[in-house]
């Protein structure tokens, strides 16, 4: 895989993960959203007892979608350390 980043005005975050989505930015939108919404269910219940279906209903976006974003949970975590 390459490395390409994208750069914004919050961040910038690596775009190492394969992704079938082909508009960057919002790749690096719904990525932002993602991490911040389980780092709030992080806090609260711990990453081991969050579930991938948890972060999901958090973000409000479903599960099949946050898929197209993230290959598995870890990725959340590999990309919060790049906010």
Do not use: P
Not at 30 to 40: C, D
Not at 41 to 60: P, Q
């Amino acid at each position: 895989m390459s490395e390409r980043s994208i750069s914004s005005g919050i961040g910038t975050i690596i775009m190492e993960m394969d992704t079938i989505i082909k508009d960057k930015e919002l790749v690096e939108s719904k990525r932002k959203q993602i991490v911040r919404g389980a780092i709030e269910l992080f806090l609260v219940k711990g990453y081991s007892e969050t579930t991938v279906r948890e972060i999901a209903n958090n973000t409000n976006i479903s599960m099949g979608t946050l898929y197209n974003y993230i290959n598995k949970k870890e990725d959340i975590v590999y990309l919060g350390n790049k906010i």
